[in-house]
């Protein structure tokens, strides 16, 4: 399956970001190197994964990442509700991450991406 969207996000911990920014790439959180891949979001997707899967959690960091520039290592697999997400089977390199940022929110509760 595939997509048009070249750009997907990635929630991060402020040392999983350190980790990338020092080592120039990132194998995965927990939760990725468990299931084999690197999960990522879609614009659209991105709030309600923060939410589902970050609640509570501060100091967290959001990456844009180029998933043009990662091609075949992409994979748009259905995952929450029937819904087709951005998977990454390999490391991201942080030549792919064209932006990114504290995950901060607009007056009205929308989060902001980078």
Do not use: C, N
Not at 36 to 43: D, E, K, Q, R, V
Not at 62 to 78: Q, S, T
């Amino acid at each position: 399956m595939s997509q048009t969207e070249a750009v997907a996000y990635k929630i991060l911990t402020r040392e999983q970001l350190q980790q990338l920014l020092s080592a120039g790439t990132f194998e995965g959180a927990p939760i990725d190197l468990s299931d084999g891949y690197i999960h990522m979001s879609t614009a659209g997707q991105a709030q309600e994964t923060l939410e589902k899967h970050f609640a509570g959690q501060t100091d967290l960091h959001i990456a844009a990442v180029d998933l043009i520039l990662l091609g075949h290592a992409v994979r748009w697999e259905v995952s929450r509700g029937g819904a087709l997400f951005p998977h990454i089977y390999a490391d991201l390199p942080l030549s792919a991450i064209i932006a990114h940022g504290p995950v901060e929110f607009d007056q009205a509760g929308a989060l902001r991406l980078p």
